[in-house]
């Protein structure tokens, strides 16, 4: 059971748009609409963003939106704020009732 | 609000078996997966295993030799017993609650302990 593939970092400055990348398998985000995505700011628990692919939590900005095509899932960001800068995992369902997350990527803000 | 709540010994020796405890308020675990994340330092979220209301659960493929998770209705808690641990099992440990029509996601967290081994 690999980890889901997640570049380590990413960059960008207030006002653009970014987007993070999940490489998973026919194991897990090919075969389930269950890949969520959590943020992460130093020292505190992760926060639910996204889940099942592409739908946003009650509170959470609608400038994070999801999206998923093969064995790829994605969670974009418009509008950077300074208040992104944070890590980023996703997650997914994988099969046998197991889940797997990504390595994570850190946002750096410019 | 659901809220959860990790408790239990900061260090743990090696070779020993760390234990620890999530007490759930705002909701029954009676009801919903509920799951052990943890998360060495500097390193990403890696998900334990999870007990369901019916009591049944499932670990990580990784750790199932090592791992057991436990409720107490009673107490509206659940437990994560981790045996022969080694440095490597250092990390912060979170509890969470799965939502959605087939469980697929943590919604509510605890705020995370952090657990040392070390002689």
């Known amino acids: 059971q690999s980890a889901l593939t997640q570049a380590a970092s990413v960059s960008g400055s207030p006002g653009q748009s970014i987007s993070f990348s999940c490489t998973g398998t026919s194991s897990n985000v090919v075969s389930y609409n269950l890949v969520s995505w959590y943020q992460q700011h130093p020292g505190k628990a992760p926060k639910l963003i996204i889940y099942e692919v592409i739908k946003r939590p009650s509170g959470v900005s609608n400038r994070f939106s999801g999206s998923k095509s093969g064995n790829t899932a994605s969670l974009t960001i418009s509008g950077l704020q300074a208040e992104d800068e944070a890590d980023y995992y996703c997650?997914?369902?994988?099969?046998?009732?197991?889940?797997?997350f990504g390595g994570g990527t850190k946002l750096t803000v410019l | 609000q659901v809220q959860l709540q990790e408790s239990g010994p900061g260090l743990v020796k090696p070779s020993e078996t760390l234990s620890l405890t999530c007490t759930v308020s705002?909701?029954?675990?009676?009801?919903?997966?509920w799951s052990w994340i943890r998360q060495p330092p500097g390193k990403g979220l890696e998900w334990i295993g999870y007990?369901?209301?019916?009591?049944?659960?499932n670990y990580n493929p990784s750790l199932k030799s090592r791992v057991a998770i436990s409720g107490d209705t009673s107490k509206n808690q659940f437990s994560l017993k981790l045996s022969s641990v080694t440095a490597a099992d250092t990390a912060v440990y979170y509890c969470?609650?799965?939502?959605?029509?087939?469980?697929?996601?943590?919604?509510?967290w605890g705020q995370g302990t952090l657990v040392t081994v070390s002689s």
């Open positions: 007990i369901y209301s019916s009591g049944s659960t």
């Open positions: 997650c997914s369902f994988d099969g046998t009732n197991t889940w797997l």
């Open positions: 705002g909701g029954s675990i009676s009801s919903y997966y």
């Open positions: 969470a609650r799965h939502s959605g029509s087939y469980f697929g996601y943590f919604e509510y």
